[in-house]
């Protein structure tokens, strides 16, 4: 059982990304991520967005905020959204977290999945209060899965067709960390 009260997104900085509520100002980034492959098959990002998906896009994530579901950051560098990251609460009773991101095709490869991911795992533990957090991962997304391992997430197994991607059951790598870890 999620959170039922409304949330709060905060605005929260780092030496080098803004993670912040998402802003109707974001929807060529959604338009950027919706061009990507696989973006569109694995989270609410819609595919081919044109201005009126996009925007539709950035309100469903206040309403994530609003219904408790879970907090959804816009990922900013230098003033432009370069991504979206989400810390999901529907097991938040259980005193877990699940997280996750995607970067748009223009601004990969610069570190700001893990830099994001990053922020996001310490105000989890910090503020959120959370025992752990996870996220998962397809095998072959190795950008995502090694930003996961540089922020210290360990690999604790395959799951085997865990998750419907688009029309067909994919597996996911899981990864944890807690506290502790």
Known sequence: ???????????????????????????????????????????????????????????????????????????????????QIGLWLRDVDQGRATIGYWIRPASRRRGFAAAALAVVTKWGFETVGVDRLQLYVEPWNVGSWRAAERVGYKREGLLQSWERVGEERRDMFMYGLTPRT
């Open 1 to 83: 059982m999620h959170q039922s009260v409304p949330l709060n997104v905060p605005t929260i900085r780092s030496d080098r990304i803004v993670l912040r509520a998402f802003a109707e100002s974001d929807v060529d980034a959604v338009i950027d991520a919706s061009s990507d492959p696989f973006i569109p098959k694995i989270t609410s990002v819609p595919e081919r967005a044109d201005v009126a998906s996009a925007l539709a896009f950035v309100a469903r994530q206040h309403e994530r905020a609003v219904s408790g579901a879970g907090y959804s950051f816009a990922v900013e560098v230098d003033s432009m959204c370069v991504g």
